[in-house]
């Protein structure tokens, strides 16, 4: 398989990238959740939010070499026989995805960064402090990134949804192309594809 998406397939790199990040991000869903919850006795007190920084910071890394791989590698086309309106849902909720990881991160940063101290991360490497200058900033950081992690939540959902209504519905190979196949190893592709060459004849 080629590191590049072609017309009608995705490349390893894309989706490493995707089954990479899709249980990291879910993970720190659940990581934030339950780290709230703890208590100054807690053995995980401390570990807890440590992990969870390191984690999302890594991953912000992750999401900036997405976006630019994607800039350089269109992803390969909808599925034959999408409606236009599908088509047209699945570029926002994508382009919805990335924007809300990068609020979400780049809140969490600004929470863990307002009172000046740098973020470690895993003991590798420090991320320094930059802006502490927003009023309330700790708070409404907080507030955002609360809000902002639900809400990726419900996307998330809608979007894995989707694949599967892909996958055992309509039958395509939506969610095929995000394991390695290609758009002609689904019967509608594979006429799509017959047709194609008919038409070039
Ligand atoms: C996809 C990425 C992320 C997700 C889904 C996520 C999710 C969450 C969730 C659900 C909470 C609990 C919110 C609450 O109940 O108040 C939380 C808290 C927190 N997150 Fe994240 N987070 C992400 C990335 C980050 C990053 C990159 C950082 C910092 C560099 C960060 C720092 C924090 C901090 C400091 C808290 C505690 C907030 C507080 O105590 O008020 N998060 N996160």
């Known amino acids: 398989m080629s590191a590049r998406n072609s017309k009608s397939q995705y490349g390893w790199v894309a989706i490493a990238l995707h089954w990479l990040m899709a249980p990291a991000?879910?993970?720190?869903?659940?990581?934030g959740w339950w780290m709230r919850s703890l208590t100054y006795y807690d053995a995980w007190y401390r570990e807890g939010p440590a992990l969870h920084k390191s984690i999302g910071l890594l991953l912000l890394g992750l999401?900036?070499?997405r976006?630019?791989?994607k800039l350089a590698n269109p992803s390969p086309?909808?599925?034959?026989?999408?409606?236009?309106?599908?088509?047209q849902a699945a570029r926002l909720v994508h382009g919805g995805l990335y924007?809300?990881?990068l609020v979400i991160m780049t809140s969490g940063y600004l929470i863990s960064t307002?009172?000046?101290?740098?973020i470690e991360v895993f003991g590798w490497?420090?991320?320094?402090?930059?802006?502490?200058s927003i009023p309330h900033q700790e708070d409404i950081a907080g507030q955002v990134h609360k809000l902002l992690a639900?809400?990726?939540?419900?996307?998330?959902?809608?979007?894995?949804?989707?694949?599967?209504?892909?996958?055992?519905i309509d039958r395509d190979a939506t969610l095929r192309k995000m394991l390695g196949r290609s758009s002609g190893d689904s019967a509608a592709g594979r006429a799509q594809m017959a047709q194609g060459a008919d038409s070039r004849k």
């Open 25 to 31: 991000i879910i993970g720190l869903f659940f990581l």
């Open 63 to 65: 999401l900036l070499v």
């Open 67 to 69: 976006l630019l791989w």
């Open 77 to 87: 086309a909808a599925e034959p026989g999408t409606p236009r309106w599908q088509a």
């Open 99 to 101: 924007l809300l990881l």
């Open 114 to 118: 307002a009172d000046g101290r740098p």
């Open 125 to 132: 490497f420090n991320v320094p402090a930059s802006i502490q």
């Open 150 to 168: 639900w809400s990726l939540m419900a996307v998330v959902a809608a979007h894995g949804l989707a694949a599967l209504k892909h996958h055992f």
